[in-house]
Nanobody, 125 residues
Framework: QLQLVESGGGLVRPGGSLRLSCAAS????????IAWFRQAPGKEREGVSC????????NYADSVKGRFTISKDKAKNTVYLQMNNLKPEDTDVYYC??????????????????WGRGTLVTVSS
């Protein structure tokens, strides 16, 4: 059974960087697309970035394009979200989620089946 655990959140000043990790256990991620979402209390959940099962194709929300980079390390069965030039509005709980899509050539933010518990990112001076 696939389980996801996020890590890497914390407190960072505006303009700083963090790298979030989404470590999978139980099942290899070779057949799964992975997405990062974020949500704060009282706000709608937002899809931030996703990567296909192959790792060749990615997608980013307009709010993070040019600042965030998603990547997949198959050997470590882990997906990363490198976040640079962080802004106070990036403050949220970040979740990773998995969708079985072994032949997907693109990815989106619907129909994710397995979710992690989240990691808090706080951007503040």
């Amino acid at each position: 059974q696939l389980q996801l655990v996020e890590s890497g959140g914390g407190l960072v000043r505006p303009g700083g960087s963090l790298r979030l990790s989404c470590a999978a256990s139980g099942v290899t991620l070779d057949d799964y697309a992975i997405a990062w979402f974020r949500q704060a209390p009282g706000k709608e959940r937002e899809g931030v970035s996703c990567i296909t099962s192959s790792g060749f194709n990615t997608n980013y929300a307009d709010s993070v394009k040019g600042r965030f980079t998603i990547s997949k390390d198959k050997a470590k069965n882990t997906v990363y979200l490198q976040m640079n030039n962080l802004k106070p509005e990036d403050t949220d709980v970040y979740y990773c989620a998995a969708q079985k899509a072994p032949y997907g050539i693109g990815c989106g933010y619907s129909y994710y089946e397995v979710w992690g518990r989240g990691t808090l990112v706080t951007v503040s001076s």
